[in-house]
């Protein structure tokens, strides 16, 4: 059995055998990273392109590294400092990218949808790196590697998400997943910030974070954004703080064998506290580790499979 | 080849002929290594880890050392991976100790092509600089496309490339036997 799919869009329509399948790869890949010479030539030959429309440090840094430890030729393109600026359409600057060769297009795009419709128009294959608030696949996986990787499984573990719900693609990507392995997963946050028909997707909906926490084994907390209370979603920084910040006397009522998570990058102080980020349960600095070993995985599993045009059709 | 689609031709090696090859390879491990100082065994997976583990048990048995003993996934190494149309699953290596400076008895069940033992080489090398490395097989079949030799084998079994020289050790299947297996 193997991952039978020219390109990875997203969680929701991959199967459960397909899911543990990238974390095991991603076990032996994570010892690569953990090893005097850190690289292996499976890839060699073989051209990965990231074309990033947003900004991104972290997911363009574990991409590119991701694609280096498996030996392939990487190249990193931004907005501003290509043609995309000159107003270059997304499709042409991939069919670009593919004549000159690329086996795998990483795409990181603000509008939903994006990565399909390269899926769709181009032969090489198409790994989402998280399109507007729709997906961010790896983000997801390297969630439930690093859950799987501390408390040994995922079936029937209680993870509650909390946060900006609406505008989260982690969060969307992290239900499809942990609802597939047979997790119970939860979301908190202020009602301005979950979507309307979210219990659709088999998620329990609390607005009051202290009810939230009671027996869960993992929280993972999201980023909140700035320009959200801007746009009047919640009253005030210092506000949201209070009711649905991560702090020390929370910490320390969820007990000390449930752990921490965040996505990055962080709001010290608002959504999570310092003292919370750097305890011994929070997994976070690990969460960047894992990313690498869940890139290379997919990177192997969708790098080297035949192109075959037909799939197109 | 699937070995599903296979039928068994013959058996060539019964369980009490592997008991001796495997306890010969053994004694002639310690005969050329001139005892157990600094040798590690290393097992290439599948069926080199439980033939690995057996000589471990043999050289015990012999000399009262237990070896170090390690397993070695080549996937990420192998020279095919672009011609193959679905990536094979990738395993953990397990090699709990460092092979710098030791000597390196890569153990594998059958040598064919060599372009295992290839891949196994350059594996090693990438996880330190053992002193020396030395190849031990169950059968070797003939028909190398690399310039490989083993130093230890349990028998050299000439077979046509249309057919499949099957290991079973009783760990993984269900007894031991090396099976000729042919298309059905």
């Known amino acids: 059995m193997s991952l039978k799919r020219k390109d990875f869009l997203g969680l929701y329509d991959v199967s459960k055998e397909e899911i543990n399948e990238i974390l095991d790869t991603a076990v032996a890949m994570k010892d690569i990273l953990t090893r005097t010479v850190k690289k292996v030539p499976t890839l060699r030959g073989k051209t990965v392109i990231n074309l990033f429309y947003e900004p991104s440090t972290r997911t363009k840094f574990s991409f590119n590294l991701a694609a280096k430890r498996l030996s392939a030729d990487v190249m990193s393109i931004s907005k501003s400092s290509s043609s995309i600026a000159k107003g270059e359409s997304l499709l042409d600057t991939a069919k670009t990218m593919e004549v000159m060769g690329a086996d795998v297009v990483v795409i990181r795009h603000s509008a939903p949808g994006a ?27 390297l969630d439930i590697y690093s859950i799987k990787e501390k408390l040994g499984k995922i079936a029937g573990l209680k993870v509650l998400i909390v946060g900006d719900i609406a505008h989260s693609r982690v969060a969307r990507s992290n239900i499809w997943g942990l609802n597939k392995l047979g997790a119970e997963v939860a979301v908190a946050g202020p009602q301005t910030l979950i979507p309307r028909e979210i219990e659709k997707m088999g998620v329990k909906v609390y607005t009051d974070l202290d009810q939230a926490l009671e027996n869960v084994d993992v929280v993972n907390i999201l980023r909140i954004q700035m320009e959200r209370q801007e746009s009047g979603l919640f009253p005030s ?10 702090n020390a006397e929370r910490l320390d009522r969820i007990g000390k064998k449930a752990m921490i998570m965040h996505p990055g990058p962080m709001n010290r102080g608002i959504e999570i506290e310092s003292s919370v980020a750097d305890s011994s349960q929070s997994v976070i600095t690990e969460q960047v580790k894992n990313g690498v070993a869940i890139r290379m995985a997919l990177l192997y599993l969708l790098a080297g499979r035949e192109i075959d045009n037909e799939d197109l059709n | 080849m699937d070995k599903s689609e296979m039928i068994v031709k013959k058996e060539l090696i019964d369980s009490a002929a592997m008991g001796r090859a495997i306890t010969r390879i053994a004694h002639e491990i310690l005969e050329k290594n001139k005892g157990t100082e600094d040798l590690v065994l290393i097992g290439i997976r599948t069926r080199g880890v439980p033939l690995a583990e057996r000589l471990a048990a043999k050289i015990e048995e012999i000399e009262g050392v237990k070896l170090p003993t390690g397993i070695l996934d080549i996937t990420l190494y192998r020279d095919d991976l672009s011609t193959v149309a679905q990536q094979p699953i990738v395993h953990r290596t397990e090699i709990p100790f460092d092979i710098t400076g030791k000597k390196v008895v890569l153990v594998d069940d059958v040598l064919y092509t060599g372009r295992t033992v290839r891949a196994a080489l ?30 230890f084998v349990g028998k050299n079994l000439p077979t046509s490339k249309d057919e499949v020289v099957d290991v079973n050790f009783k760990e993984i299947d269900e007894k031991d036997a090396v099976l000729l297996l042919e298309k059905s």
């Open chain 2, 122 to 151: 350059d594996a090693l090398i990438d996880l330190g600089r053992p002193l020396q490395i030395q190849l031990a097989i169950m059968i070797d079949r003939g028909h190398r496309e690399l310039p490989i030799r083993a130093d």
């Open chain 1, 237 to 246: 920084i210092r506000e949201y703080r209070e009711i649905y910040g991560m």
């Open chain 1, 115 to 141: 990565a399909k419709f390269l899926a769709e128009n181009i032969s090489a294959s198409v790994l989402n790196a998280g399109d507007g608030a729709h997906a961010h696949p790896t983000q997801a996986l």
